[in-house]
């Protein structure tokens, strides 16, 4: 999204998957909102009090900000186990049924440290944007662009809503709410409809 608002006349069409546009709403829905039993919390209270542990001492201004300062730890043994707590929590809600061979891979240092550090970064620098709502102000720059999109019904780490309001916005967009799915690209009906929008944008451009 934020290359085609930057380069809008290079992109000739977008197939969009789990859309998560990175404002602190969202970051609050999955990470700060389960300490009031709210947002993704709400539905994993078992697996967000895991995700708590290694921070229940760690000061700092929010759940973020915690993490921040352990994935950046100069010692290798804090960085690793709280990467793989943090990978672990997304990997055990990206799925209706997780399998062991997803979770065995969040616990590895291969995945788990890149997987966790970029993404706590990003969401720790506000993405890098200038703005709160830097994609959604934006989207009149791609309106003319045909966009196809992909969504969970059952996403809990990334809210349906959150698709519904940029479909509802980009009046050249298609948006399907996949049934039977959470957010991974690897749930089955999603990765079938992104193989059918793939066609149909590759035959359009």
Partial sequence: LTYAQTHPTRVKGLVLRGI???EQSEIDYFYEAGERGEGTGAFFPDAFEEFMQPIKNVAGKNIVDK???????????????????????ETKLAYLEVSPEEVDSAKTDQFALPFARIENHYFYNNAFFDEKTAIMNNLEKIKHIPTYIVHGRYDVVCAPSVAWKLHKKLPNSKLHFAPRSGHSAKEPVIKAKLQEYMETIWHQV
Avoid at 75 to 84: E, G
């Fill in 20 to 22: 998560f546009l990175c």
């Fill in 67 to 89: 993490y921040h300062k352990l994935l950046k730890s100069e010692d290798q043994a804090v960085r690793s186990a709280a990467a793989q707590v943090w990978t672990l929590y």
